[in-house]
C-alpha cells in the first residue's frame, strides 16, 4: 500500500524559505511520479511541480524560478524547497503519487491517484 507523509509546512514572512518534506513508501521499483499540489480556500487543488523517476521535473509558471523539487530514490524522499515565498502562495500544499509503467514518464501526462494528508503553508505579508 502505497502511502505518504508531508512535512514542513509553517508560518514564514514573505521573501524568506521553507522546505516540504514527502516520505514515500510501498513503491518497490522507481517507476513513479511524485507531485506537489496546494489549495487554496475555496479553490482547487493546483499542481505546483512534478518529478518522475528519472529526475525529470516540471514547475508551474506560478513558482518557476523560485521553487525547486528533488527527489531521493534512495531514501523515497521527495523535497519542495521553495524561496522567495509570497504572500500568495498561503495554501495547504501535498503530495500525490502515481505508479508508472516507466521511471522515464512525463508526469504532466499521469492522473495522480494517491494523496497526502496535506501541510499547510502561511506567508505573512
Known amino acids: 500500500q502505497v502511502q505518504l507523509v508531508e512535512s514542513g509546512g509553517g508560518l514564514v514572512q514573505a521573501g524568506s524559505s521553507l522546505t516540504l518534506a514527502c516520505a514515500v513508501s510501498?513503491?518497490?521499483?522507481?517507476?513513479?511520479?511524485v507531485g506537489w499540489f496546494r489549495q487554496f480556500p475555496g479553490k482547487e487543488r493546483e499542481g505546483v511541480s512534478y518529478?518522475?523517476?528519472?529526475?525529470?521535473?516540471y514547475y508551474s509558471d506560478s513558482v518557476k524560478g523560485r521553487f525547486t523539487i528533488a527527489r531521493d530514490n534512495a531514501k523515497q524522499m521527495v523535497y519542495l524547497s521553495m524561496n522567495s515565498l509570497k504572500a500568495e502562495d498561503t495554501a495547504v500544499y501535498y503530495c500525490?503519487?502515481?505508479?508508472?509503467?516507466?521511471?522515464?514518464?512525463?508526469?504532466?501526462?499521469?492522473?495522480?491517484?494517491?494523496w497526502g494528508q496535506g501541510t499547510p503553508v502561511t506567508v505573512s505579508s
Open positions: 518529478v518522475n523517476g528519472a529526475g525529470t521535473t
Open positions: 500525490a503519487a502515481r505508479r508508472t509503467g516507466s521511471f522515464r514518464t512525463s508526469c504532466t501526462s499521469v492522473t495522480f491517484n494517491v
Open positions: 510501498g513503491f518497490t521499483t522507481d517507476h513513479y511520479c
